[in-house]
């Protein structure tokens, strides 16, 4: 398992390391002393000639710890200091610790044609400039530094994060250090894992720095990254003894005149996970669609209004089937409607069993969110970042600069789930842990792909798997079978309805 932590969550971990008796100067010594262990196993260092690029924080502290680590080894070294002299207790002693030694150290400010010769020079470069601590915009004095960095022929090696990429966001400044290698100490950041960020890491290998094992609460990690052995944990192989009773019975409260195909493809989402039985409630013109391609389902015919939409007037039917189902997706495609609103509040006040919003359920909630209060029962929310931003009524920059603190937030006062989507798809839960997701492709970057996901994991809810790891596995099901589609079909030319063959061949594989 692949834990995740915050910058707040490393500084607190860092702070209770140093009350436990590993102080924050052996932390700093640990950490350079792993990264230069990882860079000599990594590639060859001997006669190569290294420049250090430090910071004058505790980022340029562990460059400075690499560089006495790697000076008996190379042929040449140099360490620049890219921002002055260090300003943290840690770093000054790092550096007194180096001069000692008599290593060349070059402020950058002071010949910036020598230090272009060296870097021009330099088989490897170590990029401990900034760490984890960036946020904003590179200075403008430090950009021709950044600029020759990324221009060097060397292999960059940097430490924690690359220079100028956010570990809160992910967000990467103008001329942000585009590194081959990213060594993080003691845990990967939650930036790392998302876009643009994610790309200028190269190979990335977390070390140990010594951080004590028995720390308690405070130590423990924001999030985890989902991988496939998470998954296939929780889907078991099915007994002999089988019956469709055994697999739930999911009511698919989706579609509408206009947009009949998400009805579809959210219902066969839940059919490709093995949901027992599958009543879709749709207007008639919509069910005679999702019939032709999904025999199966069993139909609730709805009334229509004069926009086409799911009429108020089947209240009844709709909330008497919702208390048969074990589960309900409701969303996809009814398009949005105060009468719809008021639907969407009566299903969340009456059922017991969980409701997925998908879609235009969250766009009807939009200014309604005190909705949410009312609910009685599991609810997952599974927006995009548009979708989410109006539902908090902020811009789509601001929940991308912060969206870790502001959905860990609103998951707690609500008491929802929410699949926050993007090219990097997060899972919240009120808990306060983030399950951050990797599979998948620009290929779903196509409308249908998340009603099919969304319909993964109302199938999975149905068959009571727990809603967080019906979440879990369906986003993680639903980005691999995009990878595997996009191998067969290309980015360009899959559509969301063939990633169900994938999906079937994934459990195949798996034995289910």
Do not use: W
């Not at 505790?58 to 260090?86: C, F, T, Y």
């Not at 992910?170 to 994610?198: E, N, S, V, W």
């Not at 879990?472 to 589609?485: N, T």
């Amino acid at each position: 398992m692949k834990e995740i932590v915050t910058v707040n969550r490393m500084r607190q971990i860092e702070t209770a390391s140093d009350e436990a008796g590993m102080s924050a100067l052996r932390l700093m010594e640990n950490a350079g002393s792993a990264a230069a262990a990882f860079i000599r196993k990594r590639v060859d260092v001997h006669g190569r000639s290294c420049v250090v690029v430090a910071g004058k924080g505790n980022n340029g502290g562990d460059a400075l710890v690499v560089a006495r680590k790697l000076l008996e080894h190379v042929g040449m070294l140099s360490v620049i200091l890219a921002d002055g002299l260090p300003n943290t207790g840690q770093s000054k002693e790092m550096l007194n610790r180096l001069l000692q030694l008599g290593v060349e150290v070059l402020p950058f400010g002071a010949d910036q044609k020598l230090v272009s010769k060296k870097l021009a020079a330099a088989d490897l470069v170590i990029d401990g400039i900034f760490g984890t601590g960036f946020h904003g915009e590179i200075p403008a004095a430090l950009q021709p530094l950044f600029e020759q960095i990324n221009h060097a022929v060397a292999a960059v090696f940097c430490l924690d994060i690359p220079s100028g990429v956010s570990a809160e966001s992910g967000l990467a400044a103008k001329d942000a250090i585009q590194g081959d290698f990213t060594i993080a100490f003691h845990c990967m950041k939650a930036g790392m894992l998302y876009d643009p960020g994610r790309s200028y890491l190269g190979e990335l290998q977390v070390v140990s720095i010594g951080v004590p094992d028995d720390l308690g609460d405070q130590a423990l990690a924001d999030g985890i990254l989902v991988e496939e052995e998470e998954v296939f944990s929780v889907l078991k192989k099915r007994p002999v003894d089988s019956h469709k009773g055994r697999y739930g019975h999911l009511l698919n409260l989706c579609g509408s005149t206009r947009l009949p195909g998400a009805a579809v493809l959210s219902a066969m989402g839940a059919a490709r996970v093995g949901v027992g039985l599958l009543t879709a409630a749709s207007p008639a013109s919509v069910l005679q669609s999702l019939i032709s391609r999904l025999p199966e389902a069993m139909v609730l015919p709805l009334q229509t209004d004069d926009d086409g939409l799911i009429s108020a007037d089947n209240r009844f039917e709709i909330l008497k089937m919702l208390k048969r189902a074990s589960a309900c997706l409701v969303g996809c495609g009814i398009g949005r409607k105060d009468t719809l609103s008021g639907l969407l509040e009566e299903m969340l006040k009456s059922a017991s069993c969980p409701i997925i919003v998908d879609a235009d359920g969250i766009n009807n909630l939009t200014g309604r969110i005190e909705i949410l209060h009312q609910a009685k029962c599991p609810v997952i929310l599974t927006p995009h970042m548009g979708e989410m931003a109006r539902l908090l009524a902020i811009s789509t920059d601001e929940l991308r600069e912060n969206r870790i603190e502001i959905l860990k937030r609103f998951v707690k006062e609500f008491g929802v789930i929410v699949v926050l989507k993007d090219s990097v798809t997060t899972i919240f839960e009120p808990g306060g842990t983030l399950f951050v997701n990797q599979t998948g492709n620009a290929g779903l970057a196509k409308g249908g792909s998340g009603d099919l996901l969304a319909g993964m994991i109302a199938g999975f809810c149905a068959q009571s798997i727990p809603p967080l790891k019906s979440a879990v596995c369906a986003v993680y099901l639903h980005g691999r079978a995009a990878d595997f589609c996009a191998a067969r079909q290309s980015q360009y030319s899959m559509l969301p309805s063939d990633l169900l063959v994938d999906l079937a061949g994934i459990f195949a594989k798996h034995g289910l």
